[in-house]
Nanobody, 112 residues
Framework: VQLQASGGGLVQAGGSLRLSCAAS????????MRWFRQAPGKHRELVAA???????NYADSVKGRFTISRDNIKNMVYLQMNSLKPEDTAVYYC???????WGQGTQVTVSS
């Protein structure tokens, strides 16, 4: 599975961004998709995950602010990020859980 993330950028605190991840492959609809992030000097952390039946889970730090979704027709997964905080600044990566493939990452910078 090949993944291509997009949608990052610079936004002020309190703003919103929507990340997108395009996936190749016919198995997309049956695999769990995830978003991770990695801030400078920190370990990569799981932000959100969505299963094939659209069950979701989130890191405590983003609950109530971020929403993960998927479109199995378009082979896309999204991360809607609202009420962004400077501590959300990181490179965001999409990931598929079956073969552990990674997209190239997209930078999100939140200014205070």
């Amino acid at each position: 599975v090949q993944l291509q993330a997009s949608g990052g950028g610079l936004v002020q605190a309190g703003g919103s961004l929507r990340l997108s991840c395009a996936a190749s492959g016919s198995i997309f609809s049956i695999i769990t998709m995830r978003w991770f992030r990695q801030a400078p000097g920190k370990h990569r952390e799981l932000v959100a995950a969505i299963t094939s039946d659209r069950s979701t889970n989130y890191a405590d730090s983003v609950k109530g602010r971020f929403t993960i979704s998927r479109d199995n027709i378009k082979n896309m997964v999204y991360l809607q990020m609202n009420s962004l905080k400077p501590e959300d600044t990181a490179v965001y990566y999409c990931n598929e859980a079956k073969y552990n493939s990674w997209g190239q990452g997209t930078q999100v910078t939140v200014s205070s």
